[in-house]
């Protein structure tokens, strides 16, 4: 695939016959990680004992991956005697809605014009596949209805965002 061996294998078959075979990489293995969307040559070669071979070769487009995050909650608490409130805790499921692996290294919440970072272990999320965060918070801000995005990245490229209208403090 694009240039690289990714599996060799040997099988007989009699000269005037035709058979089908599937090659597969077994449960959860792949032959090849598609590394980000684009166009990807794949090339089957057949070769016979007495020398000779025959490749075919087709171009495979994969869009990349793309990050959706959905069930995004929030819990705050006020801060007695004072017009502030603590966000206490951010959580929300995160879905690779791609057709390539997501990679993703930092959470970023942002809210009242200040961001706040979480930088997890370098996490892979196959496609398809969703999983349930909750990243460390530490945020203070003014009572009242605000705007809160929040930000999946990889490096600096941002995978995934939402911003979701809440209410910090008055006992919410």
Known sequence: MNGQTVDEGSGLLDAS????RTLSAGFGDAFYTVPEGGSYDVTLTLSGQSGWSTSTTQTVEFDGPSGQITGLDTYFIDNYDTSTADLSSVSFNLQN???VV???DTIEIEMGGTTVT???ISTTLEPGRSTYISPSVDLT???GTQELTVRVLEGSQTVAETTKTVSAGDGE
């Open 102 to 104: 997501l990679d993703y």
């Open 141 to 143: 801000v003014s009572e």
């Open 17 to 20: 016959s035709s058979k089908e």
């Open 118 to 120: 979480d930088s997890p």
């Open 97 to 99: 809605t791609g057709d």
